[in-house]
């Protein structure tokens, strides 16, 4: 076989390889957009994340790049007495978690939300007349603002912060009655 031959058959063979890579990528590029995926998680910040050291953070965000995903909830920054980034009682922690948290996202090139004020008595309250649920409400967004306002400093430094997420739920249950549903508007 001549040398010109063989040149021939190695360049069809190239060209067909390279057709197979581009064909075959192409395939799982279009697979990749079509098939559904986990996009996003809440997280909710407890009195034991105070204690986790470094190490334990960088884990779950390495678990998160390799779900890829790239929106992060973090669903409320006060709970009951605890608050970040100083507990309710005013103690700061060494390790503030919301902003271990922004940092890691920003590392990870994730998006976060960041929850305001959940009460966990929120479902006994809404559960009432519609005049005590209203007065209850608008107390509920004076401390979801000041909550917002003590932590705008704090957030507005990372890059991964996209808004505020409210914990509050409307469901369908509680919020049928027009009564109720215009403490809502």
Partial sequence: MGRGRRIRILAVFLA???FLLLWTG????????TK???????FQLTRAHKEWPQQKWQQLFRY??????????????VYDDLGYPDDRDGHRVSQPSLETVLSLADAAGLGVLVGLVYDPSFWQR??????LVAV??????????????????????????????????????????????????
């Fill in 64 to 77: 998160f790049r390799q779900m890829q995903l790239n929106r992060l909830v973090i669903q409320w920054t």
């Fill in 126 to 131: 809404v559960n009432r007349e519609p005049q």
């Fill in 136 to 185: 209850y409400l608008r107390r509920l967004r004076v401390r979801g603002q000041a909550a917002a306002q003590e932590l705008l400093p704090v957030v507005r430094a990372h890059p991964s912060f996209r808004g505020w997420y409210l914990p509050q739920e409307v469901n369908d249950v509680y919020w049928q009655k027009a009564a109720t549903q215009r403490v809502l508007a």
């Fill in 26 to 33: 192409a395939a799982q590029a279009r697979e990749s957009r």
């Fill in 36 to 42: 559904p995926r986990l996009q996003g998680t809440f």
């Fill in 16 to 18: 067909v390889g390279a």
